[in-house]
């Protein structure tokens, strides 16, 4: 399970300070250090846990937690709201452009997940928000992607522009953002190509695409399985292209937590969605707040 460790470590630190009628500089210390020695151990980037650790510090030995009643518990309260920011305190939404189609790009390494990602997006935004998304399968250098993609897209019974793997991805693009204005879709999802680490070829191609097309949102997939690499890597996208947010994947497997407590703070993008499994469904939008309550339990 995600977040196993971490959510053990930091259950175990705030029951010993939960029930306290009165919590001292000391035990504040304390929890401090205890809560830093847990998300280093979770691969969260250490100046994120400097910073967090700093913070919660500042607040616990505040008035609102000393001169409360129960101080113990406020104590958890404040772990709990900064974990929450953390990871951005508020659900965010997708953009809809005023004018349709909204354009979405998804770009990431191969291997994070982006195909299944745009497939997933597309059957959300039919189902939960009613719309009529296109997708658009411009990964022409990882030889399935196009296949996958345009099976999945008649698993979802969704159109799926493409022209094959020798057409220029830009072109390819364009084209697809034609049809899909063509034949009034409201949503357009281009699935674009990744590599196995960032290099300066592909990010020019994405550059291009984003030049061309200019996308409403660009979606960064990254593999929260990847840790710190993943934050790495999301760093590098951020600085090259108009990244808009972020969907972590595989949020269902036993990731210790590096990439989704650090990401949004390293990359000041909010996470958007995460992938909760393999399955075209196990998409859910992401929820900072549900997610620091699992993490504290
Ligand atoms: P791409 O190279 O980035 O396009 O990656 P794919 O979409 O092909 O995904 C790579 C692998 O990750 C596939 O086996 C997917 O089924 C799997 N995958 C994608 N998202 C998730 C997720 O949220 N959870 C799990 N468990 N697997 C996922």
Known sequence: MAFEGLAERLQATMSKIKGKGKVNEADVKEMAREVRLALLEADVNFKVVKQFVNRIKERAVGQEVMK???????VIKVVNEELTEL????????????KAPTIVMMVGLQGSGKTTTAAKLANHLRKEKNRNPMLVAADVYRPAAIDQLQTLGKQLEMPVFSKGTEANPVDIVREGVEQAKAENHDYVLLDTAGRLHVDEALMDELQQMSDEIRPHEVLLVVDAMTGQDAVNVAEQFNEQLPVSGVILTKLDGDTRGGAALSIRAVTEQPIKFAGMG???DQLETFHPERMASRILG
């Open 278 to 280: 393999e399955k075209i």
């Open 87 to 98: 990871m951005g305190k508020e659900e965010s939404k997708l953009e809809v452009a005023d």
């Open 68 to 74: 409360s009643l129960t101080p113990g518990q406020q």
